[in-house]
């Protein structure tokens, strides 16, 4: 099979939003009047960013999710995307099931696969995505000021310890292992939240890298420091709650790294005056998305962590970093 | 030195045109009222789009180049563009030359860099660029009618001479290798004459697989075929006017599977009216482009190779294909 009958076979469908889709030169968007258009792209690496051995369903979900959760971030309505991929060789095993479900993440969101390219390399995946949001509404992560509630959508580590079990081999209970992989594989773009943070939340960012390191990119950003509760944040774990969770599995220590230097979560950090507590209830509530107030902003810099006694924890604000 | 810090280095500029730039989870576009957005991906892989020991100046105006020829190929103006990179290490010997590269040919064109990623991996680069067009102005491959002439800018065939000449390390004048090392280096990517066929052209593409495969793209969405004169297209090939061409150094054979299927052009092949041809030739003239006539868009589809007697060659219509 060759390049071109790879795109009609797998990657090229009729377009109903865009005005042209997969076959030309460009592919052609028709912006909505008043909306900006808010642009992300991320590129993913074997070896880097998924196992060699990942299901290509999940990593199709994956490649879309990460991107759309860029979207998410800034309160951008879903359009269209694009993708440009290297592969090692033509193979339908790992295509047919990829296409599947990079589309289906996309048709759940109504975003549109509009072109891209494909070419012979050591796998990469990059997706380049498309939203609308109406002028001058976008969630920045400079609009952070003293006094703002800092929260968090989700929960947080859960991909990171699913990446360290699997790395280490640790023999976990067969569901737990899955619910963890889950997290790491498929994570959840806050699309909804996202749009129903719009004119709520002063500033907002997602959690790829971290929540110290990407809490603390907005925090730079707005000019602003914060103070975020331990005790609080350990919460955000999901596995501790899992029935077949088994106490001392992995040490406090451990899941408080997960938990604030992580990676992988793909969740909202957002921050809103207090004045609007009841409004991001809603917007959680209307949206069916859980969030966790975690801490407070303050004017002097620098991102700090106490525990319940308001102790600070040393511990450095570290984030993922490629080349570190 | 970090992700943060190479991107903040090479790559984050203050934006005029866009909204918001590098540095936040997404970048901002404000379209133009009653304007289409043109978007095009191309991803390039060491060692298959250029060797690794390519000049990486040339390199980073060539990743740029191929996808604003696709815009060209649309007519659309180019306004932004997005960088995705994954690179095996942090050299700045090599990051210092390529951003330049990149940048010099972006601010050429008044296309700014707004956003993208970066990762380790091996050497990978995907820019998506976007474009805006009036709404139904567009440029497609759909539009050639049986009659229109057919039209190449600018010369083909000596990126794929130099190509083969660098691979078989042939001993050629100095300048001529120079002069073909730039055609296949570093493409001019044809964004004034698209502009200017506006409104003037029937169909476009941009020659990036081989003059036959691409112009082939081009009948086939118009639901036409087409005759080429391939005595005309052999003067297409600028090496035969330069002044250390050494006759006999490439058989005639093998310059002509070099205009005609060579690749890496990156020239625009359309398609006017007869009734067109004042309104082409003053495309060409305003923007300094030279543009030939090579054959004529008939009913019966497929494409014809026809020398000089009008006695069809025996050429088949290849293209290139990274899987094939």
């Given at each position: 099979?060759?390049?071109?009958?790879?795109?009609?076979?797998?990657f090229?469908?009729?377009?109903?939003?865009?005005?042209l889709?997969?076959?030309?030169?460009?592919?052609l968007?028709q912006?909505?009047?008043?909306?900006?258009l808010a642009?992300?792209?991320?590129?993913l690496v074997?070896?880097?960013h998924?196992?060699?051995d990942?299901d290509?369903?999940?990593?199709g979900?994956?490649a879309?999710?990460?991107?759309?959760s860029?979207?998410?971030?800034?309160?951008?309505?879903?359009?269209?995307?694009?993708?440009?991929?290297?592969?090692?060789?033509?193979d339908?095993?790992?295509?047919a099931?990829?296409?599947?479900?990079?589309?289906?993440?996309?048709?759940?969101?109504?975003?549109?696969l509009?072109?891209?390219?494909?070419?012979?390399g050591?796998l990469?995946?990059c997706?380049?995505v498309f939203?609308?949001?109406?002028q001058?509404?976008?969630?920045?992560?400079s609009?952070?000021?003293?006094?703002?509630d800092?929260?968090?959508?989700?929960?947080?580590?859960?991909?990171?310890?699913?990446?360290?079990?699997?790395?280490?081999?640790?023999?976990?209970?067969a569901?737990?292992?899955?619910?963890?992989?889950?997290?790491?594989?498929?994570p959840?773009?806050?699309?909804?939240?996202?749009?129903?943070?719009?004119?709520?939340?002063?500033a907002?960012?997602?959690?790829?890298?971290?929540?110290?390191g990407?809490?603390?990119?907005l925090?730079?950003a707005s000019?602003?420091?914060?103070?975020?509760?331990a005790?609080i944040?350990?919460?955000?774990?999901?596995?501790?709650?899992?029935?077949?969770?088994?106490?001392?599995?992995?040490?406090?220590?451990?899941?408080?790294?997960c938990?604030?230097?992580?990676?992988?979560?793909?969740e909202?950090?957002f921050?809103?005056?207090?004045?609007a507590?009841?409004?991001?209830?809603?917007?959680s509530?209307?949206?069916?998305?859980?969030i966790?107030?975690?801490?407070?902003?303050?004017?002097e810099?620098?991102?700090?962590?106490?525990?319940?006694?308001?102790?600070?924890?040393?511990?450095?604000a570290?984030s993922?970093?490629?080349f570190?």
């Amino acid at each position: 099979m060759g390049e071109f009958e790879l795109i009609d076979r797998y990657f090229k469908r009729p377009t109903t939003r865009a005005v042209l889709g997969v076959g030309d030169d460009c592919a052609l968007l028709q912006p909505t009047a008043g909306m900006q258009l808010a642009i992300s792209s991320d590129m993913l690496v074997e070896g880097r960013h998924f196992f060699a051995d990942v299901d290509p369903s999940t990593l199709g979900h994956k490649a879309l999710a990460v991107n759309l959760s860029d979207l998410a971030a800034c309160g951008a309505r879903p359009l269209a995307f694009t993708l440009a991929l290297a592969l090692p060789r033509v193979d339908e095993i790992w295509l047919a099931p990829f296409s599947r479900g990079l589309l289906a993440l996309a048709d759940s969101h109504g975003c549109e696969l509009v072109g891209g390219d494909t070419t012979q390399g050591p796998l990469n995946i990059c997706i380049t995505v498309f939203g609308e949001v109406p002028q001058g509404q976008a969630l920045l992560r400079s609009g952070a000021g003293a006094g703002d509630d800092i929260y968090v959508s989700g929960t947080l580590g859960d991909a990171r310890l699913a990446l360290d079990a699997i790395r280490a081999d640790l023999a976990l209970p067969a569901e737990l292992l899955q619910d963890l992989r889950h997290r790491l594989e498929q994570p959840t773009p806050r699309v909804a939240l996202g749009l129903a943070l719009r004119g709520v939340a002063s500033a907002a960012i997602d959690i790829s890298d971290g929540l110290t390191g990407d809490l603390g990119h907005l925090l730079k950003a707005s000019g602003v420091g914060a103070t975020v509760d331990a005790s609080i944040a350990m919460n955000l774990i999901a596995v501790r709650a899992h029935s077949t969770w088994a106490n001392g599995l992995f040490s406090h220590e451990k899941l408080l790294q997960c938990v604030l230097a992580g990676g992988d979560d793909y969740e909202l950090a957002f921050t809103a005056p207090v004045a609007a507590r009841d409004a991001v209830q809603l917007a959680s509530h209307q949206t069916q998305t859980p969030i966790t107030r975690i801490g407070q902003v303050e004017a002097e810099p620098g991102l700090r962590v106490v525990d319940d006694q308001g102790r600070t924890l040393q511990f450095k604000a570290a984030s993922f970093d490629h080349f570190a």
